[in-house]
Structure formats: structure tokens, C-alpha cells
């Protein structure tokens, strides 16, 4: 019934810049928080980024400064703009958000997409 579609990822120098974009659909009667997550091989899933629906946001300690999350909720769209990425940053970036549908409060997850930072 709800749907997180993730986009923007892909290979980047480093030092360079990639914006993922999230998008929920589907039968949406609020969002609560939006964030990012990254999992790298062989590592455990973990927040990067994360906007919650009073607009505070939090980050990765290693991320701040060099990522931003913002939203727009009139699209139901978060987005993660990442800049001076770094040989670390590489993953697979989840999208996640808490969505009330109807009078449900549900915990969503997007398909996830790759980041890579090589030279």
C-alpha cells in the first residue's frame, strides 16, 4: 500500500557530489520521520541522516557537515545532498520513513541504492 522509491545513486570521485531522492506514495495520511541509512559490506545497516516531521534533524557524526537532509513534504519527498564524499561513504542507501495510513503508524524501507566513491 505505501512505497518508498529511492533514486540518484551512483559512482562519484572523490570529493564529488551525489543527491538521493525518496519518494512515498500510495495511501499516505501522514509522514512522521524520513531519514537515510547506508550499509556497507559485511557491516550492520546505520543511520546517516534523519528528518523528523517537528524539523529536527540529525546525522552520523562522520557525515556532518558534508551531508544534508532536507524534505518536502508536499511532494512526500526526502532528500540526502552529499558532498566531499569519501572512500567510506560507499554503501547502499536505504531510505526509511514513518508513515500513517489510515490509523496505522507503520515503518517503511525504499529498495536501497548504490553509492560508490573511487577514483
Known amino acids: 500500500q505505501v512505497q518508498l522509491v529511492e533514486s540518484g545513486g551512483g559512482l562519484v570521485q572523490p570529493g564529488g557530489s551525489l543527491r538521493l531522492s525518496c519518494a512515498a506514495s500510495?495511501?499516505?495520511?501522514?509522514?512522521?520521520?524520513m531519514g537515510w541509512y547506508r550499509q556497507a559490506p559485511g557491516k550492520q545497516r546505520e543511520l546517516v541522516a534523519r528528518?523528523?516531521?517537528?524539523?529536527?534533524?540529525t546525522y552520523k557524526d562522520s557525515v556532518k557537515g558534508r551531508f544534508t537532509i532536507s524534505r518536502d513534504n508536499a511532494k512526500n519527498t526526502v532528500y540526502l545532498q552529499m558532498n566531499s564524499l569519501k572512500p567510506e561513504d560507499t554503501a547502499v542507501y536505504y531510505c526509511?520513513?514513518?508513515?500513517?495510513?489510515?490509523?496505522?503508524?507503520?515503518?517503511?524501507w525504499g529498495q536501497g541504492t548504490q553509492v560508490t566513491v573511487s577514483s
Open positions: 526509511h520513513a514513518d508513515i500513517y495510513t489510515s490509523a496505522e503508524l507503520g515503518s517503511y
Open positions: 500510495g495511501n499516505i495520511f501522514s509522514i512522521n520521520n
Open positions: 528528518a523528523e516531521g517537528v524539523g529536527t534533524t
